[in-house]
């Protein structure tokens, strides 16, 4: 910003930093980073079971301040998929693959009781449809990230390939995910965690559904788009997951996904 002062003839010109640097009013909550004009998570999403009438842990959690320990602590239950080491929980009856979601009785303001968390040492949410991603971030406060944004954060991120050393790069060989910032050098150079590999992410747009994913590649990673004839929509995917290997990776995008789509790679993140 540029501001001017006078004092007698004198002019003196001022240049006043925006109020993010000085971690001011225009700082993005602890659960997230700057990356232009969006705040976008630093972790992949954990999705989350709360009670409605626990308001301050619900609150805590919206405004980017909430830990693992405080979500535990707080009677909050880890929702994804059935049958792995972390989550306890399906989605419950009121928050079904679609995305219309019913509210708990008596919930005010409404809510069916799930909300999605960026916070460290968890693994993040699979077994989601697109529908129930953004639904779990707009009950949080946020959204998906469009594609040009994801593309954007990404930026930086080590791309190891099938050269995943199993404990610092990210996590592209592997039969699991792993938990959220637990591969110190899997950041972008924003400072976004596991954005190549673990879960593939989705993100908010959608196109036609591509035909033939087999021959296309940007800077050797695999992008499934175009060709589309109509019929369902796909909503688009980013980063690859814990199987890709040489497929992941910050170019990776695949279009060919119905937004109902859930398996145990499929994730996502959230903005604000």
């Known amino acids: 910003m540029l501001h001017l002062a006078r004092t007698s003839n004198l002019i003196f010109v001022v240049l006043l930093a925006p109020a993010s ?21 630093r972790y992949e999403a954990s999705v989350w079971q709360i ?22 602590a707080g009677g909050a239950v880890l929702l994804g998929c059935e049958l792995v080491a972390d989550p306890t929980a399906d989605y419950p009856a009121n928050f079904p693959g679609n ?21 460290a040492g968890v693994r993040p949410t699979t077994c989601t449809s697109w529908f129930r991603a953004s639904q779990a971030c707009r009950l949080s406060g946020k959204r998906l ?3 040009d944004e994801w593309q954007d954060a990404a930026a930086g991120t080590p791309d190891p390939g ?18 959220t910032g637990s591969r110190a050098l899997c950041r972008s150079s924003w400072g976004v965690f596991d954005m190549i590999g673990n879960a593939n992410e989705w993100v908010a747009d959608w196109m036609p559904t591509a035909d033939d994913c087999s021959q296309t590649w940007l800077a050797g990673d695999r992008v499934c788009l175009g060709g589309g004839t109509g019929g369902i929509p796909a909503a688009l995917k980013r980063g690859g997951t814990s ?30």
């Open 243 to 272: 199987l890709s290997g040489e497929v992941a990776g910050v170019f990776a995008l695949t279009g060919d996904y119905d937004p109902r789509f859930s398996d145990f790679g499929s994730g996502f993140r959230c903005a604000r």
């Open 99 to 119: 995305g219309q979601w019913r509210p708990i009785p008596g919930s005010d303001p409404p809510s069916p009781g799930v909300y999605a968390a960026s916070v």
């Open 21 to 41: 640097v000085f971690g001011g009013s225009d700082a993005c909550p602890a659960d997230s980073v700057r990356v232009g004009t969006v705040c976008v998570d």
């Open 145 to 147: 990230l469009r594609n």
């Open 51 to 72: 009670d409605p009438k626990r308001s301050s842990l619900i609150k805590r959690l919206m405004s980017g301040k909430a830990t693992r320990q405080d979500l535990v």
């Open 162 to 179: 099938d050269a995943d050393d199993g404990s610092t790069t990210c996590n592209t060989k592997s039969n699991d995910l792993v938990a």
